[in-house]
C-alpha cells in the first residue's frame, strides 16, 4: 500500500500563490505516475496536473498552464505542485494521487487539502 498526505493549502488573495506538497510513504517503490486532482462541492473532480515517474511526461489542464508546476523527487517521496497567479476560480479541495499499476486508473489517495483564492 501507499499512503499520501497533503499539506501546504490554505487562504490566498487572488495573484497570489500557493505550494501543496505531498508526502509518500509505504511501498513507494510500486508508483510510477502521480498528480493532483480538485473538486469543489457539488462538482465532479477534475485532474489539474500529473507527472510521470522520471519526471519527463507532465501534463496539465489548460486551465492552469503557464501558471501552476509540478514537480516530484523521488528519492524523498514527495510530488510538489506550484501554484501562482492564482484565481478565485481554483478555490477547491486539492488531492495528491498515485497510479501504481501504468494500466490502471490512480487508486491511492491523499485526505485532500483546502486551496481558498478570495478575490
Known amino acids: 500500500q501507499v499512503q499520501l498526505v497533503e499539506s501546504g493549502g490554505g487562504l490566498v488573495q487572488a495573484g497570489g500563490s500557493l505550494r501543496l506538497s505531498c508526502a509518500a510513504s509505504g511501498r513507494t517503490f510500486t508508483v510510477f505516475r502521480m498528480a493532483w486532482f480538485r473538486q469543489v462541492l457539488g462538482k465532479e473532480r477534475e485532474i489539474v496536473a500529473s507527472?510521470?515517474?522520471?519526471?519527463?511526461?507532465?501534463m496539465y489542464v489548460d486551465s492552469v498552464k503557464g501558471r501552476f508546476t509540478i514537480s516530484r523527487d523521488n528519492p524523498k517521496n514527495m510530488m510538489y505542485l506550484y501554484m501562482n497567479s492564482l484565481k478565485p476560480e481554483d478555490t477547491a479541495v486539492y488531492y495528491c494521487a498515485a497510479q501504481v499499476n501504468p494500466t490502471t486508473a490512480y487508486s491511492h489517495w491523499g485526505q485532500g487539502t483546502q486551496v481558498t483564492v478570495s478575490s
Open positions: 507527472i510521470s515517474r522520471g519526471g519527463d511526461d507532465i
